[in-house]
């Protein structure tokens, strides 16, 4: 089974294939595009004119701010963007870059984005909506202890030994 994270990865790489490269989808990847459209849209229509449901799920994110890098937490996320509860969040308006990880599904997403409101009363979090075109990697490390899963290899075919 999929998760969330990867329906809205797949659902926004072909989005910006198509939007932001100007890359003509072909018919595959068009009905897989609605199909996820629609899923990523939920059964029950949003009174707020939301564009895609969200759903309230705890992921540890990292993502680039003007100077460094910062890590937060998030409280939901849908289709479009993610709510993202982080100390001090940029003004609305700035661009960044998220990293969501998967260790137990060996995957890593990154998602350019822009922030698109910010609160600082309560906890402090910010919204920021996907704004381009998303990329996933196999995830190599382990967070919690550091350890590689695999070993670092240079040239060649990843199944083959590596001899001196």
Known sequence: MRSLIDMI???QLLSGKER???IALDDDERVRR????????GEVPDTRNRRFARA?????VQFTRPGGFESGETRDLSGGGF?????KPPEPGTRLVVRVAEP???TEYVFPCRVVWRTRRGPARMG????????CADFFGDE???VWRRSVRFGGDRDEPLVA
């Open 104 to 106: 137990a599904a060996g």
């Open 128 to 135: 920021v909506e996907i704004d381009g075109v998303p990329h």
């Open 83 to 87: 709510c993202i509860a982080t100390p």
């Open 34 to 41: 609605m199909g996820l459209f629609r899923l990523l849209q």
């Open 56 to 60: 309230q799920l705890r992921m540890s």
């Open 20 to 22: 932001k490269l100007d």
């Open 144 to 146: 919690t202890t550091g």
């Open 9 to 11: 990865y797949e659902y």
